[in-house]
């Protein structure tokens, strides 16, 4: 069975950071294309980053240069590292392999 589990959502203050971790079992990650989605309250969802098997990664440019995605090929796992957030970072975040989906952690970034 295919599962993706997030974690490390929270409340952090603008300007703050905080690292998301999807664990994934059922599959190899180093042979498959992972991507962050966020859903902010009322809006739809958002690609946020996203990296390949080959390990290329890609942000889009609401994120460029505050957040990172990376992989633990090990671990089976992938990060999404968030720096100088903002509060219009708010939202459910959800880690996606096609056709998979985690069940999201909440991120509010607010003073």
């Known amino acids: 069975e295919v599962q993706l589990v997030e974690s490390g959502g929270g409340l952090v203050q603008p300007g703050g950071s905080l690292r998301l971790s999807c664990a994934a079992s059922?599959?190899?990650?180093?042979?498959?294309?992972l991507s962050w989605v966020r859903q902010a309250p009322g809006k739809g969802p958002e690609w946020v980053s996203g990296?390949?098997?080959?390990?290329?990664?890609y942000n889009a440019d609401s994120v460029k240069g505050r957040f990172t995605i990376s992989r633990d090929n090990a671990k089976n796992t992938v990060y999404l590292q968030m720096n100088s957030l903002k509060p219009e970072d708010t939202a459910v975040y959800y880690c996606?392999?096609?056709?998979?989906w985690g069940q999201g952690t909440q991120v509010t970034v607010s003073s």
């Open positions: 996606n392999s096609d056709p998979w």
């Open positions: 990296i390949i098997s080959g390990g290329s990664t």
């Open positions: 059922g599959f190899t990650i180093g042979s498959s294309s």
